[in-house]
């Protein structure tokens, strides 16, 4: 068996994909985690359907295409229901298994993923691919949207591509919880991940393409007053999520969708929160996976000398 990608519809030809001819819960040899790499970089997003995962296993299959990611994790930690930090809890499910009452905390966290983001754009390194798994999901409402960030920038005239060039976003943990008016963090989990900056256009190191990097984390253009930069965020995040730019995704139990965090963004989409949502996410981190353990091999995690 080998990894087969073709468009997902005529709509999104170099953007998504629908991956068949593997299986998720088998070893990822080398060969194939450069196949995924390269259908990663031809399209944005990939999508598998039919491959319901244990925890283990989806840690297992992350595990292969890099280094994970803790994300906000490491700024809260509502609770953990899950068996592994690096697996976050992307569900309306509590402690007890119940759905979780509206007031409940993490409900932010899930109104929060309804905003244009990329996964972690708020620490340096970044987030890489992020692995989200469905296992149970409502009839309606709920999709997940990911928007084409390449085909973002293709589109902006020479003009407006001139103006972005050089300039520098912050970006901030804790800023589209603010926004929300969730405000409840002591100065630690304030102080816990510190803003970093990007580039308002970066070259994706996969394909060569350049592509706008925005989204919710974002809080202010550096150099510029608040309001300057807010507002051009806010116009490009307008732009870049025109629906043409747009891949919905109408989940299926099973389904595993891997996602570019470096040139794409992503929302879920309302639901009734009354209704269980339960998916899983892992996510890599932006880093080379043979540098990673290369420099493991040199520096043995707990001192094994
Ligand atoms: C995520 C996320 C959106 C959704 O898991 O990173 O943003 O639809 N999820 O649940
Ligand atoms: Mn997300």
Known sequence: MSLEVVPIDAAHPDFVGLASGIDLTAPVSEQLACAIDAAMNRYAVLVFR?????????LVFARSLGPLDLGFKRVARPHARLAYQELADISNVDESGQIADRAHRRIVGNLANQLW????S???PAARY?????????ESGGETEYADMRA??????????????GLEAEHYALHSRFLLGDTDYSDEQRNALPPVRWPLVREHAGSGRRHLFIGAHATHIADRTLAEGRVLLMDLLEHATARRFVYSHRWQPGDLVIWDNRCTLHRGRRHDLSVRRELRRATTVDIDRHAASQAEQLEPAHGVR
């Not at 039919?50 to 989806?58: R, V």
Request: hydrophobic share 35%; net charge negative.
């Open 50 to 58: 039919g491959q319901p995962l244990t925890q283990d296993q989806q």
């Open 117 to 120: 983001h990329s996964d972690s």
């Open 122 to 124: 708020f620490q340096q």
């Open 130 to 138: 992020s692995m989200l798994h469905a296992v149970v999901v409502p």
């Open 152 to 165: 973002a920038w293709d589109a902006l005239e020479p003009r407006e591509q001139r103006e972005l060039e």
